[in-house]
Each structure stands twice: as C-alpha cells, then as structure tokens.
C-alpha cells in the first residue's frame, strides 16, 4: 500500500535553531499538508498546498514557518527559529482530490522537541 | 462552542461489547467527514468515511445527521485490536478550506479480555 514518508522520525533541536522536516508524499497525490500534535493535544492544521502554492494555512503557521516542494516528490516544513512550544509531532498528509471519499494519508511523523 | 467535539471518554468495554461514539461539529456547511483512529504516539489512519445515507464496513457503522451536525462511530463485537483513540474529522466548507481537516480532541477505547 503507498505510503507517506517522514524523516527525521526525531529531530532534537535548540531553542532559535532552523530546522526542516521532510516528507514524501504518495507519488500521485496532489493535495499535500502538514499538521502537528503537542503531546496530549488534538491533531492541528498548520498549511495546506496545491499546485506549488499555499492554498490555505492556520493562525499557528506564521512567519516562522515556511514549505516548499522544491523537486516534485519531497515536501518540506521549515522552522526558522524553533520555540520551545514548537516541540510537538509533525505529520505530513497528501490526497488525491480533497474531501469526498479520498480520505487523507498521513506519515509517521516526526517528533520535534526544542531544548 | 468547538469546531468539533466528541464524547469524552474513555470507554473501557470487555471484548464482545458493542461501543457507540458521538460527534457534534459547528459548521454546518462543512462538507466531509470521517472516522481516523489513532494509536499512542502514531500517525492518524483513516478508519471509515462517512456519508449521508450511513455506511458500514464489517462491525464498523457510522452516521450522519446534517441537520443536527452529528456523526456517529457504532462498533460491534469489540477487539483487543480495536483499542485505540477514535477521532472524529471534519473538513472545511469548501474553496480553499475543502482540504484543511479539523479533529476532534478524540476518545479514548479500551477493550479488554
């Protein structure tokens, strides 16, 4: 079964480091979106991206935080600055078409903690 | 009010049980919605869309009632395997929101021997 890839699956950083998660999303997919999860929490929306633009993103998704498809198969978030309240899992999604019965493919995810 | 709310749980059920989950989301133009369920520390794996007229996928069934913006999670004959967080999913109204999915904060099942 196609699969959504993540790496690092734990990234340990510090305070007002850079830092960029990767992601391979399902080859033919076309909708590609991270989310994050702090420990306990509900899944949030970070951004959403179709056709090598942000289509949408969340008030948590500010300048601090960028993506970029930059060879048609990777999909990466980038921290600029990392936070302590940044520490969370991040997964990567993709989609063929959105909404409907496509349902959504998520990643393993990558556990960020900032020192 | 939440953009999307569950039942709080947990449930704690012995093997065999049947287990009902409720979710109520506010926006009423929102226009898909699943059940994912997730395991501790894992990724959220989609368990069953979710259309107007029910579904069922083996001991799964789910519901929805637009006009009361509610979704239903039904399982039958629970497994040790079933145990897991049941989240409950809804999309946004459409245009660009078509994609973003929002989550509920999820509940927590535990079936035991």
């Known amino acids: ?82 936070k302590l309240e940044d520490s969370a899992m991040y997964f990567c999604a993709s989609t063929l078409r959105e909404g409907g019965r496509y349902g959504y493919t998520f990643g393993s995810g ?3 903690t900032v020192v | 009010r939440k953009e999307v709310e569950q039942d709080p749980g947990p449930f704690n059920v012995p093997e065999g049980a049947t287990v009902a989950f409720n979710c109520t989301y506010s926006n009423s133009a929102s226009q898909s919605f699943f059940w994912y369920r997730q395991d501790c520390r894992k990724e959220p794996k989609l368990l069953m869309s979710v259309y107007s007229s029910g579904n069922e996928d083996g001991r799964f069934t789910a519901q929805l009632n637009r006009a009361s913006q509610y979704i239903s999670l039904l399982i039958r004959d629970s497994k040790l395997s079933d145990s897991a967080t ?8 459409g245009g660009t929101s078509y994609g973003k999915l929002t989550f509920g904060q999820g509940t927590i099942l535990t079936v035991h021997p």
């Not at chain 1, 734990?10 to 305070?15: D, G, I, N, P, R």
């Not at chain 1, 999860?37 to 179709?50: N, T, W």
Request: proline share 4%; with cysteine; aromatic share 12%.
């Open chain 1, 1 to 82: 079964e196609p699969e959504v890839t993540q790496t690092p699956s734990h990234q340990v950083t510090q305070m007002g480091q850079e830092v960029i998660l990767r992601c391979v999303p399902i080859s033919n997919h076309l909708y590609f979106y991270w989310y994050r999860q702090i420990l306990g929490q509900k899944v949030e929306f970070l951004v959403s991206f179709y056709n090598n633009e942000i289509s949408e993103k969340s008030e948590i998704f500010d300048d601090q935080f960028s993506v970029e498809r930059p060879d048609g198969s990777n999909f990466t978030l980038k921290i600029r600055s990392t």
């Open chain 1, 110 to 112: 990558t556990r960020l």
């Open chain 2, 86 to 93: 049941y989240l409950c999913v809804v999309t946004g109204a």
